[in-house]
């Protein structure tokens, strides 16, 4: 169960973010183990200190995330 909310959570932080981001680039893999490990990359129109602000704070994380 807490695997699929991360998955839900980690799907619509990066569609939210896709609207801000000036690109989107699959980077995802599959590594010698043979799990596949789901990477986007992007860029956004904000501070580094900023973002990490908002992915590692709940109360930021839910400002945005959670809409």
């Keep these: 169960m807490i695997m699929k909310?991360?998955?839900?959570?980690v799907i619509?932080?990066?569609s939210t973010l896709t609207v801000c981001s000036q690109t989107l680039k699959n980077t995802s893999y599959t590594?010698?183990?043979?799990?596949k490990?789901?990477?986007l990359e992007m860029?956004?129109?904000?501070e580094v200190t900023t973002a990490w602000k908002l992915f590692t704070s709940d109360d930021q994380l839910m400002?945005?995330?959670a809409r």
């Design 63 to 65: 400002k945005w995330a």
């Design 12 to 14: 619509l932080a990066f």
């Design 31 to 35: 590594n010698q183990s043979g799990e």
């Design 37 to 39: 490990v789901l990477r």
């Design 5 to 9: 909310t991360t998955i839900a959570i």
């Design 43 to 46: 860029l956004l129109p904000v």
